[in-house]
């Protein structure tokens, strides 16, 4: 188990360095307009592909050890669904007028997305899949070679195709990946000779109605933000944001992962709830902390590996930064609502702050004034988090 955290922690790492570096190349090697454009193209891509996967992602890491012999037929029904859930997001964004005004602006964009939206849902279901099965520690390679593919795609074709060479390097990996995966995982994998179970509706809808509005909400959060940047303030200042967005995004994500070795102690010894709350409050502080503080030290200097137009970003991402302090114990309440088994609390709070970002990006009269307003939002979500756990863990023992 262990070994397995590591090269999922591993993978991660490699997809987020990846990311940064291919953005960073795009920045170097297009306009701030096409990256803008590209970026809001990608952003409708991933936000699609969140909300279509269904929360079979998570939920196949429960059912797929259980299935014993009937593995295949379980594989075949989830990658069906997903499928299915891929093309359906990837037509109904096309067909939404801002979605349709985002794949306009790409040579022959309409088809183009609805084949990378189906693509990358498979993709990222791909990986609870190869985990469920006993094979995490093959979803590093798997995307370890994809970011090697995609940056070698972004640097062949940026001079030839401009903003379309951005989208080529998400897609091309993609397909690959997707093609590669699937069929070592349905043609080579042996479910085991043992009888097995498949999950009954009452078990599936038990199991996903608490989760998956919750997973909902943390795609909106990550990726229709820009969206709504693009909209109201241009290309150029979508591009900016969109750099800005996911560093903070990538911080997220780390602390998300760091506080859940909390939600598995928390199930094994419930006990123990209060003075593992707290050891893992004072490590999020202890790793975090230091890393925001030096983040904003250095917000110009890492803004201009992006170029010198991206540096009017700083202070937007030094306020960001302060604001995921607060969010570091919304964090830590999730993760104590997961452990404890309270799926609507983790869809509560998923919710609201998702909500908040939203109606921020919408309401805001810039992008520095949506950094405010999410910093004071936090800071309000944080004390009331908090409140609410000295109130659960009071009686618990020390």
Same mark, same amino acid.
């Given at each position: 188990?262990f070994?397995?955290?590591?090269?999922?922690?591993?993978?991660?790492?490699?997809?987020?360095?990846?990311?940064?570096?291919g953005?960073?190349?795009?920045?170097?090697?297009?306009?701030?307009?096409d990256?803008?454009?590209?970026?809001?193209?990608?952003?409708?891509?991933?936000?699609?592909?969140?909300?279509?996967?269904?929360g079979l992602?998570?939920?196949?890491?429960?059912?797929?050890?259980r299935?014993g012999?009937l593995?295949?037929? #379980?594989?075949? %029904?989830a990658?069906? +669904?997903? /499928? =299915?859930?891929?093309?359906?997001? !990837?037509? $109904?964004? &096309?067909? @939404?007028?801002?979605?349709?005004?985002v794949?306009?602006?790409?040579?022959?964009?309409?088809?183009?997305f609805?084949?990378?939206?189906?693509?990358?849902?498979?993709?990222?279901?791909?990986?609870?899949?190869?985990?469920?099965?006993?094979?995490?520690?093959?979803?590093?390679?798997?995307?370890?070679?994809?970011?090697?593919?995609?940056?070698?795609?972004?640097?062949?074709?940026?001079?030839?195709?401009?903003?379309?060479?951005?989208?080529?390097?998400?897609?091309?990996?993609?397909?690959?990946?997707?093609?590669?995966?699937?069929?070592?995982?349905?043609?080579?994998?042996?479910?085991?000779?043992?009888?097995?179970? #498949?999950?009954? %509706?009452?078990?599936? +809808?038990? /199991? =996903?109605?608490?989760?998956y509005? !919750?997973? $909902?909400? &943390?795609? @909106?959060l990550?990726?229709?933000?820009?969206?709504?940047?693009?909209?109201?303030?241009g290309?150029?200042?979508?591009?900016?944001?969109?750099?800005?967005?996911t560093?903070?995004?990538?911080?997220?994500?780390?602390?998300?992962?760091?506080?859940?070795?909390?939600?598995?102690?928390?199930?094994?010894?419930?006990g123990?709830?209060?003075?593992?709350?707290?050891?893992?409050?004072?490590?999020?502080?202890?790793?975090?902390v230091?890393?925001?503080?030096?983040?904003?030290?250095?917000?110009?200097?890492?803004?201009?590996?992006?170029?010198?137009?991206?540096?009017?970003?700083?202070?937007?991402?030094?306020?960001?930064?302060?604001?995921q302090l607060?969010?570091?114990?919304? /964090? =830590?309440?999730?993760?104590?609502h997961?452990?404890?088994?309270?799926?609507?609390?983790?869809a509560?709070?998923?919710?609201?702050?998702?909500?908040l970002?939203?109606?921020?990006?919408?309401?805001?009269?810039?992008?520095?004034?949506?950094g405010?307003?999410?910093?004071?939002?936090?800071?309000?979500?944080?004390?009331?988090?908090?409140?609410?756990?000295?109130?659960?863990?009071r009686?618990?023992?020390?």
């Amino acid at each position: 188990m262990f070994a397995d955290g590591l090269a999922l922690s591993a993978s991660a790492a490699i997809s987020a360095v990846a990311g940064m570096v291919g953005w960073i190349l795009a920045a170097r090697l297009l306009p701030a307009g096409d990256v803008g454009h590209a970026s809001a193209f990608v952003s409708g891509m991933l936000l699609v592909a969140g909300i279509a996967e269904l929360g079979l992602g998570p939920a196949v890491l429960r059912w797929l050890p259980r299935a014993g012999r009937l593995l295949p037929r #379980l594989l075949h %029904r989830a990658y069906l +669904v997903v /499928l =299915l859930g891929g093309l359906a997001g !990837g037509l $109904v964004f &096309v067909l @939404v007028p801002s979605g349709r005004d985002v794949a306009a602006k790409i040579p022959g964009g309409t088809w183009l997305f609805v084949a990378a939206a189906v693509a990358w849902t498979v993709f990222q279901f791909q990986d609870s899949v190869l985990t469920g099965i006993g094979r995490a520690r093959w979803v590093p390679l798997e995307n370890g070679l994809f970011a090697v593919a995609r940056l070698i795609v972004l640097v062949v074709l940026a001079p030839l195709a401009g903003r379309l060479a951005v989208l080529l390097s998400w897609i091309v990996p993609t397909l690959l990946a997707v093609a590669v995966v699937t069929v070592i995982v349905l043609r080579r994998v042996r479910p085991v000779d043992e009888p097995g179970e #498949l999950p009954g %509706r009452r078990e599936i +809808v038990r /199991l =996903l109605a608490p989760t998956y509005p !919750g997973t $909902v909400c &943390v795609v @909106v959060l990550y990726n229709l933000t820009p969206l709504i940047i693009l909209h109201r303030f241009g290309a150029e200042a979508n591009a900016v944001f969109y750099v800005v967005w996911t560093a903070i995004n990538a911080l997220d994500l780390a602390a998300s992962v760091f506080v859940n070795p909390l939600v598995v102690r928390m199930s094994a010894e419930p006990g123990h709830a209060r003075s593992l709350v707290a050891g893992t409050g004072r490590k999020l502080v202890l790793v975090f902390v230091p890393l925001l503080a030096v983040g904003g030290l250095l917000a110009g200097v890492i803004l201009m590996i992006f170029g010198p137009e991206y540096t009017q970003g700083a202070d937007l991402l030094r306020i960001l930064l302060v604001a995921q302090l607060p969010r570091l114990a919304v /964090l =830590l309440a999730i993760a104590v609502h997961l452990g404890q088994g309270r799926g609507t609390g983790v869809a509560a709070l998923h919710g609201v702050t998702a909500a908040l970002a939203v109606v921020l990006a919408l309401v805001m009269p810039s992008e520095l004034a949506f950094g405010v307003g999410l910093l004071v939002a936090e800071f309000v979500l944080a004390v009331v988090v908090l409140a609410d756990l000295r109130t659960r863990l009071r009686g618990a023992p020390a």
